[in-house]
Each structure stands twice: as structure tokens, then as C-alpha cells.
């Protein structure tokens, strides 16, 4: 995987390439991530995440549409059922729209999924200022800084 490749398609052998961490600034807890491949033509990318039981992605806001494909495990989107979200549960796919607030992500079993993303993530504090925008070619630099 590579930036100057994404105009002529990639390919990755997943079992060959090794996890990184996810940066405790977009996270709590254990969660690991292969960047797959990144789409500046369409401001995007797609990554798998392995997300361990009581990890939580940081809150943020989707500028684009998303998909995800729940692997393994189960994941809380928007605090899960119990508090008005939803539930997914392996095997679960999902399309999301453009805007959607995540403010609660959790994984309360060790989890995995496929998550391919348009648009930037707006992650936000407590006050909804933003504190990382990351796109494209933020998540590359993350990939390449982690590994
Ligand atoms: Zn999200």
C-alpha cells in the first residue's frame, strides 16, 4: 500500500502485513489497524481495525459517507441500543451518511472490523472543537509513523 499506487488500484496480502497502534489522541485502550489503502481521488480510505474488549474510538464526526463490515466481536455505535444507538454484532455490515456524530464507539469484546471511509473524520472535544481532522493523507502519515 501506497500513495502513489492509489490511482492504479493496490492489492494487500492482509496476512502479511503487521498491525500498528492506533494513537492514543483517536482512542482509548488497545485498539490496532492495517491502512489498507488510501483514495485521495475520493478523499478517503480504508483500513481493518482489531479493537480489544474495552477499547473506544475518541468522539468524532463523519464529513463523508462510511461502511463497515464487523468481522469479529461486537461493536456500540452511538452508545449502543441500551442508550438509543445501535448494536452491531459479527457478522454486520453497515452504510453510514454523511454527518453521523460518534460519540460513543465501544467494544466491549475483542472485535474486529473493515471500515471504508469518504471523507475526513472531525474528532471533536467535549465542547465540539475540533482536536484532529484526519483524512487521507493524515491516516498515511499515521500508518507510516506507527510502523
Ligand atoms: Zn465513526
Redesign the pocket.
Known sequence: MSEANSMKGDYVQMDEVGWAQFPAHLCKGDIKFKLLHVSPERGGWTAIYSCKAGSS?LP?I?LGP?EYFLLKGRMQVRGGEAAGGATAVAPGYAYEVCDVH?DH?EFDEDSELLMIVYGA?NYVDDEGNTTALIGPSQMLDLWNASR
Do not use: Q
Open positions: 474510538f468524532h463523519h462510511s460518534h464507539t473524520l
